[in-house]
């Protein structure tokens, strides 16, 4: 069997997904992966594994995010359409607890004829997170979404000759809605916040719930609008910009407080960078986080994230509030392995050889960890990091517009496993891709440390997993499908490319 976790450029700025995956009915394959180097290798094949599978939900329009409720139903929002679902993992019955089409102020453009859609984008995502307040069912019947509401502009070419465009500008919202349990419905938005930044690119997208002492509070993981790359290229990157909200990781109040301002409110007090004014801004420093969860291991509570990276270098990061993690003046680890060049480059039909993008020029990634101080954290993992030179004849080659290819996963959410209902497994972090079509595994040890060694790889025919969701048992895990086989941000759309498009999957343990 062979399996290749690859991106792909092309001149039209289309990442396309390669590799060669046999389809599998009735089981999961095992296989091990190598998570540094950057040499393709092909994975060893272990046994079959003990896992069981069956399609619960299809036609979905992108299903974003699934959680396993307290109700035991697997609650699920649709990005395209704007819906959300509550669906009975047994028997696939769904009910519609929301719609939110009427929120969204712009048309379906990727629906439209080339010459109706105005040169307009569909964002990446949409209708994105959710989280489920821990106490549902028992007073306080808070749903919290995520979405992107409004089409802000189309900026011009970028100004002193920049060569890129200055990119696709949208406005997102959270908002808390209020569930109604015997009308099955979700009611009374709340906006915590209707100025969150968006793009056609780089949204993050992922809502979380987890206590700091007791006190629950809401994370939610904003990417940097792909700003310095594609059609976004002279944007300017505002993820090391503290008091902006691109690039980064925030965290509101689940209730609000008595401050006066009505936003303000939901805002804590005691975030790390409230000195000027009240800031949401949890972390900063991020490319594409769309991964979040939370564990207390030993009376030690952890906030995990997983994001994407550029050209390999995907991220698990640990994370603390007022850290910076590095982009996009280090990438991965401080390695060096981007020293002289920047983040990301593309390359631009009307300067062809040239680069585009806005990204700053990387001279040192140690100058520039040392420039951050105490406030930098390395990631825990950074996946598929390439060597130097590689990276120097890849950037090369984009330039001039050749086509090239590259290893990573495409992190797309995480969650911790903290069950016994599957042998070996408890206390590991479970991840998705939707690169390489996988669910990968990784051990935590009793400081909540990764462990060291590649991650377990569990693969299912050629999918872009978005999201995982663990039954209460353990026994089960969900994992939802996006429709295409390619990004949704500046990429091209090749539904028939999928094994299983719009779906959620349902992976049943088998005790031997």
Known sequence: MFLSNTSTLNPKDSMRMTGRLYSLYFAILIIILADTGATAQEPAMSKQGDFKIRVI?????????????????????????????????????????????SAREFPRYDELPDEQDGGKPWPQGGLMGMALHPDLLRGKPYVYLAYIYRFKAAAEKGDGGEPGFKGYHFVGRVVRYTYDQQRQRLHSPLSLCDSIPASSDHNGGRLL?????????????????????????????????KN????????????????????????????????????????????????????????????????????????????????????????????????????????????????????????????????MGTSYKDPERSFYAMPAKQLQALFSKIVKGEEQEWEAYGPSSIALYTSDGIPGWKNS?????????????LKLDAAGKVMDGAPEVYV???????????????????????????????????????????????????QQ
């Open 57 to 101: 939900a299809d036609k979905l329009s992108d299903p974003w995010e699934i959680s396993y409720g307290p109700d035991d139903q697997l609650w699920v929002t649709e990005s395209k359409n704007y819906k959300v679902w509550r669906i009975d993992p047994v028997s696939g019955k769904r009910q519609q607890l929301l719609d939110l089409r």
């Open 209 to 241: 719930i987890a206590p700091v002492q007791g006190k629950s509070y809401l994370y939610y993981s904003i990417g940097d609008m792909g700003a310095g790359q594609f059609a976004n290229g002279g944007r300017q990157n505002k993820a090391q910009d």
């Open 244 to 371: 902006s909200y691109e690039g980064k990781i925030l965290r509101f109040n689940t209730e609000p407080d008595q401050d006066k301002d009505p936003f303000d409110r939901w805002i804590p007090n005691d975030n790390p960078f409230n000195a000027a004014a009240q800031n949401a801004v949890w972390s900063m420093g991020h490319r594409n986080p769309q991964g979040l969860t939370y564990a207390a291991i030993n009376g030690k509570a952890l906030l995990y994230s997983v994001e994407h990276g550029p050209y390999g270098d995907d991220e698990l990061n640990l994370i603390e509030g007022g850290k910076n993690y590095g982009h996009p003046l280090i990438i991965g680890r401080n390695d060096g392995n981007y020293d002289g060049l920047a983040a990301s480059v593309s390359d631009h039909a009307e300067l062809p050889g040239k680069w585009h993008t806005s990204y700053p020029q990387i001279n040192s990634e140690s100058a520039n960890t040392k420039a």
């Open 429 to 441: 972090l479970l991840i998705t891709t939707l690169k390489g079509s996988a669910l990968l595994r």
């Open 460 to 510: 299912k025919g050629k999918v872009r997993y978005r999201d995982l969701a663990i039954s209460s048992d353990g026994k089960k895990i969900y994992l939802s499908a996006d429709n295409s086989a390619v990004s949704s941000g500046p990429s091209e759309q090749h539904t028939e490319e999928v094994s299983y498009k719009g779906c959620i999957l349902e992976l049943t343990y088998q």
